[in-house]
């Protein structure tokens, strides 16, 4: 058999691994997922600002590692998706601590003891470009040396993982008194304090809780399912199955605003905010490998009416091939199998959050009653939601009443309309929100009388404001609906 041996480039594979797409957050996650393996019970992760010198670094007191053992743990895909692996284990290909490293730092440097013993290597990504050559150097550069032994302090085990020379921040201009660049940097930590605490928090309770901290903060575990309030509703859980095991799914519906104080409400929003954080949330050995994704099934998107829907999804980390789980460990794609029975789970809970929100809008809302109580009337007539300010209230009559106005009747209908917008009864009324989404004035052409009449108020308001006629249609043809309509303005 001829073969040629066509070993990659280093400069180009580096140049690869940087670009992976990894957040920082994302990255930092990564380094933990080794940190868990070591069985660490402190983890501590430090954000420490110097300018061009910033640096990061992930510390724990897990198990550590031989010198052997560090030289493969700091090799590219020294160990395939195919190698056994402890229960514990979170990693999959061998790469995260390289590839998580090099797309956010220059020079990746790990310390690490199992018993006394110090054991340090480093990869400098300038070294590896300018030789060609995957030289891993041993020991460090005296300034990473001396930010070692204070980082590590007296401690015997454990690994710290320190980047040094941070993309976009060890760059021309960037000085210690920067501090619009200080405040980006510690807005990062700030991030990757909540996604950790999102990712990990299985980890961060029960019997065997790690302890982690953000530049001394402690991370909060963030649990996506309210578990244990008492009106989150939990639908029938179910076991997929899948090759010779099986995958455990179960859906929650969670309470509505109404149930929550403000406190829960903002927390249960969770570090994207509701709309962003509805769906399936893919689990993996505890480790949350996707939160709050719809997995790409046809038809079923993010709205705002199934923002109480949130679906667990345990898969067994020997199924990583039939989910497509990626490098990063942040996305899936499900088995063909299971996509008919993941769909019906999911436009099951789909149907119970909206039928949550509907009977909380029809309470909260109430598109009909008397009409001296509500600002506004929302109807859906010929597959058409409108919405009306209600002409029969007080403060509305007042502002139309002849002779004018008050200033103060029409500062007291303004306030009303701002604070009683129908966002609700809106929600409640759409069943999709393509077609009967509401167009002002019947939707772009020509102008009806209507338009018209409230277009020129606009305009007689802007001329008695001191523009001159031309500049105030003008405005009018730039101005929403206007903009998308045909009337005396776009002449």
């Known amino acids: 058999m001829k073969y040629d041996i066509a070993a990659p480039e280093p400069a180009g594979m580096v140049a690869s691994l940087s670009s992976l797409g990894y957040s920082l957050p994302a990255a930092i996650a990564d380094l933990v997922d080794n940190s868990i393996s070591a069985k660490a019970a402190n983890i501590d992760i430090e954000f420490t600002w110097a300018g ?8 724990d007191n897990g198990e550590g590692m031989s010198a052997d053992e560090l030289v493969t743990a700091m090799t590219v895909a020294a160990r395939g998706p195919a190698t056994p692996r402890t229960a514990t284990d979170l990693g999959r290909f061998g790469v995260g601590l390289k590839s998580a490293s090099f797309s956010q730092a220059r020079q990746l440097t790990v310390a690490t003891a199992v018993s ?4 340090v290597r480093t990869w400098d990504l300038d070294v590896v470009e300018k030789f060609g050559e995957w030289r891993l150097l041993h020991g460090a550069d005296e300034a990473t040396a001396d930010l070692l032994d204070r980082i590590r302090g007296r401690a015997d085990h454990g690994t710290v993982v320190l980047w040094r020379r941070l993309n976009g921040y060890h760059v021309d201009g960037v000085t210690e008194d920067d501090e619009r660049t200080q405040k980006q940097f510690y807005a990062e930590a700030a991030r990757a304090e909540s996604h950790l605490g999102m990712i990990f928090a299985r980890f961060l309770t029960g019997s065997r809780r790690r302890t982690m901290r953000v530049s001394g903060s402690t991370v909060e575990p963030w649990d996506p399912f309210l578990s244990g309030h008492p009106s989150v509703q939990p639908l029938p859980v179910e076991q997929l199955p899948l090759g010779t095991g099986s995958v455990r799914v179960e859906a929650f519906v969670l309470p509505s605003a109404q149930r929550l104080t403000p406190t829960e409400y903002e927390k249960a929003g969770g570090p994207r905010g509701w709309l962003d ?14 939160a709050g994704d719809w997995l790409g099934q046809r038809g079923v998107r993010r ?17 990583d091939v039939e989910w497509g789980v990626d490098v990063r460990k942040s996305s899936v794609v499900p088995p063909v199998g299971l996509r008919p029975h993941l769909r019906r789970i999911a436009l099951q809970a789909r ?7 509907r009977h909380r809008g029809q309470i909260a809302a109430r598109t009909h009653g008397d009409p001296l109580l509500y600002a506004w009337n929302v109807r859906r007539a010929s597959d058409q939601v409108t919405c009306r300010i209600n002409r029969g209230h007080p403060l509305v009559r007042a502002a139309l009443r002849p002779g004018g106005a008050s200033a103060d009747d029409v500062r007291a209908l303004i306030r ?7 966002v609700t009864a809106l929600r409640v009324m759409h069943e999709t929100d393509t077609s009967d989404d509401p167009e002002p004035f019947g939707g772009p052409g020509p102008a009806d009388a209507g338009a018209t009449e409230v277009a020129q108020r ?5 001329v008695s404001d001191g523009r001159s006629p031309a500049a105030a249609r003008e405005r009018l043809r730039t101005m929403p609906p206007f903009d998308q309509m045909q009337g005396f303005w776009s002449g």
Do not use: C
């Open 303 to 319: 709205e705002e009416k199934y923002n109480l829907a949130r679906i667990a999804v345990e898969i067994p980390a020997e199924t």
């Open 52 to 59: 061009q010198d910033s640096w990061i670094a992930v510390v």
């Open 116 to 119: 006394g013993e110090w054991h």
């Open 458 to 462: 606009i305009y007689e308001a802007m």
């Open 351 to 357: 149907r119970r959050a909206a039928d949550v929100l």
């Open 277 to 290: 954080q509805q769906g399936f949330y893919v689990y993996r050995r505890d480790r949350l490998i996707l």
């Open 416 to 422: 009303l309309l701002e604070e009683t917008v129908p």
